[in-house]
């Protein structure tokens, strides 16, 4: 049994349980959704799901939500609906293929909840959560539950969140009453006859998560959160009065954990733990093993190894046990929406109920608050791969274009891109085939876009040399030169983009670059790159576009190979494989080669306010999801009203479906999320330590919050600048720093492809002024020769003494 209070919450729910934390001992909770909006109930739950296990809604009227929303609210937190219409849970259960379980009536009793009987449940009987006092709730519980023990007291199990038993210890009404008032671990300890506050002395204190009572209401079920260095709760030291917990898959767990932090070197744990491609081949293994057992015994033992292995796995990522059977809770209450409106049994035969798509479900965005900190931290965390783990897989990649050049090249693009070339590079010129099927207004806009990126990037030039004397005599300059060979990768994955095309080769032709080499992977179609792509080419002058992508195309611009010269630079965004890729030639001195910077998968932060236009703020959100489903999309609304948040989320929902890369955006908006937000000052607080690609301002004078940026790659200010444009034809560059190195990195801009060159001269007036300090200091690192050279000239120009040591 359930605790005997359902707490009802209405507008002032979550700051209720801040005021009233002893309110979660109740273990459910009932909104009211008079009261409470789809996004305020979602988000009571994902505050506190993981404290109160039963959420339930009460849903008076049957307009309140639509069936979408039904389904979005139970699979996302909510255990059950209230309702008092039974035509309307009919509709639910057999239209919209709810679960009947999941469907509570309030009159009549045609479904019965697992967890409340309710045939004779009144509304009016609940107690509204803020009326609701510690007394109230002693006194409930205690009318509940008897006991036939002569002292009164009330047998009480102890025991911890996975329901496994601590102990067997004894309450009192007085111990029950600070229990709930502390939320601790209380009791009534019978052979000293007093309170018993558990862990006052040994500091093994508990956190009370909730009490139940048992079937017949003789007894309390008091689940705890055990704390102590050990976790003890047993005055043996050991974590339950009825020993260790050092058996089956929570034991195995403890043991792996432990050996993670201490296995012996050399030891196979050890192994396991520092060669994952050992890991991932174990439970490869074991699974196939498994597969092909026959016997009881087999199976258990084959079943035995791939536990064994697959903990491991969880232990080596920082996954706990808890964290899989949570996702399994949430597998099983997931419900997918069953589409069609007739009842199953008026369907013509024929005309079958499509079947349940796994992908049909509301695009939203999640939603928390900014000062839920374990969860901001989890929305703002990109979802990359460990950098281990891609560089294990791009290093024999490039290693291999390194060592056998073209042949290897060919061949990862086969593998890859599904292209056999014949050779790896298309030369310049140009055939005038590509450029045939070209529109006049496909051109013109290339045009209009290379102009303005060309106008911008001009501008940047630096042509003049800088000359400052130092000391009379002593005369430092410094001039620009242009990078002569560069790499330029336009991305060609899931998007031809020869908007990136024309964003890396105009800079480099501006700088005045001698050398510029495109490389793109080839269509699976026909093999060749996009026309657009060598428009661009032939305008920005490229001799040559290596037919390549991913890791195997950097590698072959940074080494060179038969065909493709080796270059100085590379920029140009990509995937993590190009990104990855990058970052290990620039590491390597052998290759001589440097990067323009970590430009990943895109990723826009857009920060709005309740002025902002909805489908303004879902467009640019979704402009970028639409990227790739490493993408990640963050909104910060400043003060938003639940409404405005409903309308944004809609919007994203609606706008969404009637896009053609929807697919793409539904994997990217899972790990997207809206911030709500208390002020501006905070919501700047949070994307400057973001620090995202693209940052949007969708408020009231956006211009006058510029200056409040401290770490971003582009910023887009005022409702009437989608971030589209900047990616296409305003004039600034779209290959920015993603990751967060907007924090250290610039965007691309002219100077990537500049070099600066010092240089000096010294007249003996200036050596007389600074030869001292050079040899001061030289003597000072032990550099004689240093010093020497500079006490040899003075010597002979007589600025020294004779006797000068
Ligand atoms: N930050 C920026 O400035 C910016 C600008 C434009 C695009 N982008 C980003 O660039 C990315 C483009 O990615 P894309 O994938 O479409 O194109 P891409 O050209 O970057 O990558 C495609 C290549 O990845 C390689 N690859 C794919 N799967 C692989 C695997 N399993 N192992 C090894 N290599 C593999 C293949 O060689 C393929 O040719 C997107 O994430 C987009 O958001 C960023
Ligand atoms: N938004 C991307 C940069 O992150 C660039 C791009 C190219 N085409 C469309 N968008
Ligand atoms: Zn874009």
């Not at 359902?6 to 009261?35: M, R, V």
């Not at 007394?135 to 509940?144: G, H, M, P, Q, T």
């Not at 390194?402 to 140009?430: H, Y």
């Not at 030639?585 to 826009?604: F, H, K, R, W, Y």
Request: aromatic share 6%.
């Amino acid at each position: 049994m359930v605790f005997p209070i359902l707490p009802i919450y209405g507008n002032d729910a979550a700051t209720l349980i801040k005021d009233k934390p002893f309110l979660t001992i109740a273990g459910q909770a009932l909104l009211d959704s008079s009261e409470l909006s789809q996004v305020e109930i979602k988000t009571f739950a994902e505050e506190f799901g993981s404290s109160i296990k039963i959420i339930s809604v009460l849903v008076k009227e049957t307009s309140r939500f639509t069936d979408d929303e039904i389904v979005d609210l139970l699979n996302n937190g909510i255990f059950t609906l209230f309702l008092s219409d039974k035509s309307y849970a009919d509709h639910l259960s057999q239209e919209v293929g709810v679960p009947k379980e999941r469907l509570t009536i309030l009159k009549g009793s045609c479904y019965k909840n697992h967890f409340i009987v309710v045939d004779d449940f009144k509304i009016d009987s609940l107690i509204p959560a803020n009326q609701l006092t510690v007394e109230i709730f002693v006194k409930s519980l205690i009318s509940a539950i008897k006991t036939d023990r002569e002292d009164k007291l009330l047998t009480t199990l102890v025991v911890d969140t996975h329901d496994r038993c601590l102990g067997l210890v004894y309450s009192s009404v007085e111990s029950i009453k600070i229990a709930i008032e502390k939320k601790a671990g209380v009791y009534f300890s019978r052979s000293r006859n007093e309170i018993w506050i558990k862990g006052l002395t040994s500091g093994n204190t508990q956190q009370l998560k909730c009490i139940q009572l048992d079937c017949d209401g003789d007894a309390l079920k008091f689940v705890v959160e055990q704390g102590g260095e050990n976790s003890s709760f047993c005055h043996l030291e050991t974590e339950s009065c009825f020993g260790q917990f050092d058996h089956g898959l929570i034991g195995l767990e403890r043991l792996l954990q432990q050996r993670l932090k201490n296995a012996p070197e050399g030891s196979y744990t050890h192994r396991l733990f520092n060669d994952p491609e050992l890991l991932t081949a174990k439970i490869k293994e074991e699974a196939e093993e498994l597969t092909e057992a026959k016997t009881k015994s087999e199976i258990a033992w084959e079943a035995a190894d791939l536990f064994y292995f697959a903990l491991a796995k969880l232990v080596s990522e920082g996954v706990s046990l808890s964290d899989v059977e949570t996702n399994l809770q949430t597998k099983h209450l997931k419900i997918t929406r069953r589409r069609g409106d007739a009842k199953a049994k008026f369907l013509n035969t024929n005309d079958k109920p499509t079947e349940p798509q796994a992908d049909s479900g509301l695009i939203h965005l999640k939603i928390l608050k900014s000062k839920e900190n374990v969860a901001l931290k989890e929305a703002l965390t990109r979802p990359i791969q460990n950098t281990n783990q891609i560089m294990k897989l791009v290093n024999p990649i490039v290693e291999s274009v390194r060592n056998n050049g073209d042949k290897s090249l060919m061949e990862f693009t086969q593998k890859f891109d599904g292209v056999k070339l014949k050779t790896p590079v298309l030369e310049a010129p140009f055939p005038k085939e590509y450029f045939d099927g070209l529109t006049d207004e496909m051109k013109e806009s290339l045009d209009l876009s290379i102009e303005n990126v060309r106008k911008f990037h001009a501008a940047q030039l630096q042509e003049t040399v800088l000359k400052v004397e130092t000391k009379p005599g002593v005369l430092c300059s410094r001039f620009p030169r242009p990078i002569e060979k560069v790499g330029l990768y336009i991305p060609g994955g899931t998007a031809v983009l020869p908007s990136t095309a024309l964003m890396l080769g105009v800079p480099a032709q501006v700088a005045g670059c001698k050398e510029i080499i495109f490389a793109s992977p080839p269509r699976k179609s026909d093999g060749k790159v996009s026309p657009e792509v060598v428009y661009v080419a032939s305008k920005v002058g490229a001799s040559m576009i290596v037919l390549a992508g991913g890791a195997q195309a950097v590698a072959a611009m940074a080494y060179g190979t038969e065909s493709v010269p080796k270059v100085d630079k590379i920029a140009g965004p990509g995937n993590q494989f190009v990104t990855a890729a990058k970052m290990y030639v620039q590491n390597d001195t052998q290759a001589l080669c440097s990067i323009d910077m970590p430009a990943g998968p895109s990723e826009v932060l857009v920060i709005c306010d309740e002025d902002a236009d909805a489908d303004f703020v879902a467009s640019d959100l979704l402009s970028q999801a639409e990227h790739g489903i490493d993408s990640q999309v963050i909104l910060l609304g400043v003060d938003l009203s639940s409404k405005k948040v409903e309308e944004i989320q809609a919007a994203v929902h609606s706008q969404a479906t009637n896009l053609s890369r929807v697919d793409i955006i539904r994997k990217c908006i899972s790990h997207s999320s809206i911030v709500l937000c208390e002020s501006y000052e905070e919501a700047f607080q949070i994307s400057n330590q973001y620090a995202p690609e693209h940052l949007i301002l969708q408020i009231s004078n956006a211009e006058d919050y510029v200056k409040d940026v401290d770490n971003a790659g582009s910023i887009f200010v005022g409702a009437y600048t989608p971030e589209s444009c900047g990616d296409y034809s305003s004039g600034t560059n779209h290959t920015l720093p993603t990751y967060g190195y907007a924090r250290q990195y610039s965007g691309l801009n002219t100077s990537a492809f500049q070099k600066f060159i010092t240089s000096q001269s010294i007249t003996p007036e200036g050596l007389d002024k600074i030869g001292k300090a050079v040899m001061c200091i030289a003597k000072v690192e032990g550099l004689d020769g240093h010093r020497n050279a500079v006490k040899i000239r003075m010597s002979k120009l007589g600025l020294l003494p004779e006797n000068f040591k």
